[in-house]
């Protein structure tokens, strides 16, 4: 389950300052609503946009929980909530902005819920993109694609108009599911079986996500309200699980070419209860493990592979209406992807 907020006496002072601080910033916050563009970033998208929803005829309102924020990062962008720590890269002599994070998705007023970096996971290896996901301030919403894994479901193959406000990014589910060897289940009701010991996404009525072995880790509540399998875990306790050098390309899937350095794609927890979602090329299973584990995961689980699968979109929006853009530039499915029907299952990142 997801851990508690970090509360612990020692804290209180910081805490206290930090209110303060969110008080200031509310004031200033209040004031700018007459003019919203000032809190509208000039993101440098790729050209593959789509085209412009309308533009709200009011402010987009968001909750903005100043009051329990713990944590306030001072850099060129207003960031009352919780941001993640930089890191250093993975590999000595690496460009040195490699894990250090900058924020994506809509300014909700107070901060962002979603920040990117990047990083080189092995000496002349190609950067991997990794997105951190807040979940006290962002939720992540499966969606069924129109025929996977079959049936009707009332979240299901695009992300409708009236959530474009809320979408700060969406990315691709888990093998297709004659061969994800899992099941899903969502709206009360099972489309496939789900398999004791597979790694399971676990969406909650509190909005939360988990991610862990169905059956131990994670198992069958009256909470739950969604459930995403595929293959076994690939980080447990915050290391990358044996099985990840062992028959890779039958365990973790077959890949074009049989290459085992290939696009793929997972995500994982931390113990403060993030998400992380690691895409890019050239990464075996065991590597896409250690990216998970060097951004903080300590229960993690391979998503897709091959180039045409892995994707993240990261989206903004504001008085220009939906905007939207890949994390790394080669990523092959464009904004629109995740608003127009798509026939695979997929996760939408949505502002709270």
């Given at each position: 389950m997801i851990p508690a907020n970090f509360s612990a006496p020692a804290n209180r002072l910081l805490r206290h300052t930090i209110s303060l601080l969110a008080s200031i910033a509310f004031a200033l916050y209040s004031i700018s609503i007459a003019s919203p563009t000032k809190y509208l970033y000039g993101w440098n998208l790729t050209s593959k946009k789509m085209p412009l929803a309308?533009?709200?005829?009011?402010?987009?309102?968001?909750?903005l929980a100043l009051?329990?924020?713990?944590?306030?990062?001072?850099?060129?962008?207003?960031?009352?909530?919780?941001?993640?720590?930089n890191l250093s890269p993975m590999i000595p002599g690496a460009d040195p902005t490699e894990g250090v994070w900058s924020p994506i998705g809509t300014n909700a007023g107070p901060g962002f819920a979603t920040f990117e970096t990047f990083v080189t996971p092995y000496a002349g290896g190609p950067k991997v993109s990794v997105a951190w996901i807040n979940q006290d301030y962002a939720q992540v919403q499966m969606f069924a694609g129109t025929s996977q894994p079959g049936g009707s479901w009332p979240y299901e193959g695009s992300i409708p108009q009236s959530l474009w406000p809320k979408l700060i990014g969406a990315f691709e589910g888990g093998f297709i599911f004659n061969q994800s060897n899992g099941g899903w289940?969502?709206?009360?009701?099972?489309g496939l079986p789900l398999v004791q010991g597979a790694a399971s996404i676990v969406s909650y009525s509190n909005g939360t996500?988990?991610?862990?072995?169905?059956?131990?880790?994670?198992?069958?509540?009256?909470?739950?309200?969604?459930?995403?399998?595929?293959?076994?875990?690939?980080?447990?306790?915050?290391?990358?699980?044996?099985?990840?050098?062992?028959?890779?390309?039958?365990t973790w899937g077959f890949s074009l070419g049989n290459i085992l350095n290939t696009w793929r794609s997972?995500?994982?927890?931390?113990?403060?209860?993030?998400?992380?979602?690691v895409g890019g090329p050239g990464l075996s299973p065991a590597e896409l493990g250690a990216v998970l584990v060097w951004a903080g995961a300590i229960r993690g689980m391979q998503l897709d592979m091959n180039p045409y699968w892995v994707n993240y979109i990261q989206y903004t929006y504001g008085q220009n209406g939906l905007q939207g853009s890949d994390?790394?530039?080669?990523?092959?499915?464009?904004?629109?992807?995740?608003?127009?029907?798509f026939w695979r299952d997929f996760l939408a990142v949505l502002l709270k």
């Open positions: 309308a533009a709200p005829s009011v402010p987009i309102y968001h909750r009051w329990n924020a713990h944590g306030i990062t001072l850099k060129n962008f207003p960031q009352i909530w919780f941001s993640p720590m289940y969502a709206d009360g009701r099972y996500v988990d991610i862990g072995a169905w059956g131990s880790e994670v198992s069958m509540t009256p909470s739950v309200t969604g459930v995403r399998q595929n293959l076994i875990p690939l980080v447990d306790n915050g290391r990358v699980v044996a099985a990840a050098n062992q028959n890779p390309l039958v997972g995500l994982g927890i931390t113990a403060s209860g993030a998400l992380i979602y994390l790394l530039p080669n990523m092959n499915l464009g904004p629109s992807h995740y608003l127009n029907g």
